[in-house]
């Protein structure tokens, strides 16, 4: 299929074909389960199967395979054609599936930058779903057990006289580079390895747009005021279920003054110092790195990602 953006961070890219039309088919997993090519991924909770030998991969099981034959309906959701196949989940949720031999669940964050970019982007999909059902078991407005429809992505109330339906649910939130053109605006939580500075994030909050959300966080975290706010690419963050919203802006003003204790400090910090290791920057695989370095890049020799 057409691929008309360049995808920017991990989990953003153009993985698979999600096909949603697929899913009104009320008989969907019979035709999944009737045809051969149709291939299986595994999740036990947030846990998905995984294989290290002869490097980290997920586990995709056939529809031959005995495992899957004892799979009900319920336990499983269309995620769409990946490589050219029918790909399902299946949850395993009574873990009565024993793993093939060297396969073990395992959770998504440690192994992102060491699976291949789509098998990351794929668990990250399945991973926000099996999430999300996960904690709608029942229904919110009368507590009624609710149901799968529409190939499992859609819950719905099993009380007739309720009738709520549920959607996946998923957590804008805004992730910020702060630039007064020479300097780059980073904060630290107490809680991280020591030295380490991100960008400025938060929550969207209800009633609020984004860039405005934008403001706001920037300004409770360190008292700095924008001028000026340019979207740059946003990134799915399944732990447990947000949308990374990534912006550049510039500062109209420069002192710090933190009005909330979310971050225990926040500094300016110049290329040089980005270039000389201080602060240490979030891990590659994050929407930080990648607003940090195209802010750097645009004004230093060597990129980024060449530097140690
Ligand atoms: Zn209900």
Redesign the pocket.
């Known amino acids: 299929m057409h691929q008309p953006y360049k995808p920017v961070s991990l989990f953003a890219g153009h993985y698979l074909d999600r096909n949603a039309w697929e899913r009104d088919d009320a008989a969907w997993f019979e035709v999944a389960r009737r045809d051969t090519r149709t291939r299986y991924i595994l999740a036990r909770g947030t846990a998905q199967l995984i294989v290290h030998e002869p490097a980290p991969h997920v586990v995709f099981l056939g529809g031959d395979d005995p495992r899957v034959a004892v799979v009900q309906e319920r336990q499983a959701i269309l995620l769409g054609w990946y490589e050219g196949a029918r790909c399902v989940l299946i949850e395993d949720d009574s873990t009565d599936i024993v793993p093939p031999p060297g396969a073990r669940f395992e959770e998504l964050r440690p192994l992102s930058s060491l699976l291949p970019e789509r098998e990351a982007g794929l668990l990250a999909y399945a991973r926000a779903l099996s999430i999300w059902r996960a904690k709608h078991r029942y229904?919110g407005?009368?507590?009624?057990p609710t149901q799968p429809a529409r190939a499992g992505h859609v819950l719905g109330?099993s009380?007739a006289a309720?009738?709520?339906t549920m959607f996946p649910r998923i957590d804008p939130a805004i992730i910020v580079l702060v630039s007064d053109g020479e300097r780059a605006l980073l904060g630290r939580q107490a809680s991280w390895p020591k030295h380490r500075y991100s960008t400025i994030a938060g929550f969207v909050e209800p009633g609020e747009s984004i860039e405005a959300a934008v403001a706001r966080e920037v300004l409770e975290e360190t008292g700095v005021t924008l001028a000026d706010v340019t979207y740059h690419s946003s990134q799915p963050w399944p732990f447990p279920s947000s949308l990374m919203i990534g912006f550049h802006a510039v500062a109209a003003t420069r002192d710090i003054a933190r009005h909330d204790s979310e971050l225990e400090d926040a500094q300016w910090f110049t290329r040089a110092q980005i270039a000389a290791g201080h602060p240490l920057l979030s891990p590659r695989t994050s929407i930080s790195w990648r607003l940090i370095e195209s802010w750097f890049d645009a004004g230093w020799p060597v990129p980024l990602a060449e530097l140690a």
């Open positions: 229904c407005a009368c507590g009624a109330c009380n309720c009738g709520h």
